[in-house]
């Protein structure tokens, strides 16, 4: 990717987090980092790398990093494994003196390939999808001359973004890939992609941070301090880092106090502070609050159930209120999400649900 290139926006970064192609800091994932290792060490690597798990965790971070790492020892001799007779590492650790490290940093290093969403710079907006268009760029970056030793690495970030014809394209691609080429199609949800595209793939699959990683990255980044904030971060993100990142920097903490503040006994809020809570939640321009709050539901009737079922001689009858809401709180969330409805309206008839169910009323 050209120098040039840093002067459009990227797509889907945070303003408080280091975007992935920036971040030096790697926590957690052991395992995942050591079976790509171990791949590499062998001399046998696979050329295409599906990075799956939720959003957030560090998958797009591990592809850049293992970037850095290739574009550092790629071109150690072959024979015995791809390190020849060096010492193998353990880490896909790069010296921050590296000129491959300061190139990838920077999105500038010539065989480095990142596909994502387009920036239209006539409606200054991110398309909707990754189009054939981006897909096609590798026709150029694989024709390029590059040395007999050199490696190549084309990150599709998410792979989930990709229209049809995109997929189509780059399947052909991954069908007969250039030599010393590494693809990693970083994904959300890889049901959604074509069956053929994941048989192409090696996956690696990510899960959510856990302690102490994940109190360590949250710390680690700077995204807070302190260990009350830090707990209560950890304990609310699910396992992601931008996820506390976002709750951090949009008062998620405050909407789930709120949300808890509400929802304690005697299970009855008043409506003044019913309504402002909505208020904030259904901000325009603010979806992922929206979204935080679809979690929240999620999430406390969860945990309702399963202590309410856990509480000896508990009936079926006695749960019947919990799990009715918890289809209904479902239902009305998607609609106002497929049909653009009143986000605020829902949020306080769901909230009223919760409540009411709480109280085991029917």
Request: aromatic share 8%; net charge negative; proline share 6%.
């Amino acid at each position: 990717m050209a120098e040039a290139d840093l002067d459009f926006p990227i797509y889907d970064i945070l303003p408080d987090l280091e975007p992935p192609h920036r971040q030096r800091l790697f926590f957690g994932h052991t395992e995942e980092e050591q079976k790509f290792l171990s791949s590499w060490q062998s001399g046998k690597m696979h050329h295409a790398w599906l990075l799956t798990g939720p959003k957030g965790i560090g998958k797009a971070t591990f592809a850049f990093r293992a970037a850095r790492f290739i574009f550092n020892e790629g071109m150690a001799p072959q024979g015995g494994g791809l390190l020849g007779d060096m010492a193998a590492p353990t880490r896909l650790d790069s010296p921050d003196d590296c000129q491959a490290v300061h190139l990838v940093t920077n999105l500038a290093h010539p065989n480095l390939l990142v596909i994502d969403r387009p920036y239209d710079q006539k409606s200054k907006r991110f398309k909707t999808e990754i189009t054939v268009d981006e897909v096609r760029r590798t026709v150029r970056f694989f024709g390029s001359t590059a040395g007999e030793k050199t490696w190549r690495v084309c990150i599709v970030d998410p792979a989930d973004d990709l229209n049809n014809n995109a997929a189509n394209a780059l399947l052909k691609i991954l069908e007969e890939p250039p030599v010393r080429t590494l693809f990693f199609l970083i994904s959300h949800a890889p049901g959604r992609l074509l069956p053929t595209i994941r048989s192409r793939c090696r996956r690696l699959g990510f899960s959510p941070l856990e302690n102490p990683a994940l109190s360590e990255a949250i710390a680690g980044l700077g995204i807070a301090e302190g260990a009350d904030t830090i707990e209560q971060l950890s304990q609310s993100c699910d396992g992601s880092i931008r996820k506390a990142a976002e709750l951090q920097s949009d008062e998620g903490l405050v909407l789930i106090h709120a949300f808890e503040r509400m929802l304690a006994p005697p299970y009855n809020p008043d409506y003044e502070t019913l309504n402002a809570f909505a208020e904030t939640v259904a901000q325009r321009g603010k979806d992922e609050r929206f979204d935080g709050f679809s979690d929240l539901v999620h999430r406390y009737l969860s945990r309702q159930l399963h202590e309410k079922s856990g509480i000896e001689g508990t009936r079926g009858a006695d749960l019947y209120p919990l799990a009715r809401v918890w289809d209904d709180a479902r239902e009305q969330i998607q609609q106002t999400r497929i049909f653009n409805l009143d986000k605020k309206q829902t949020v306080i008839e769901v909230m009223r649900m919760l409540a009411k169910a709480s109280r085991g009323e029917r």
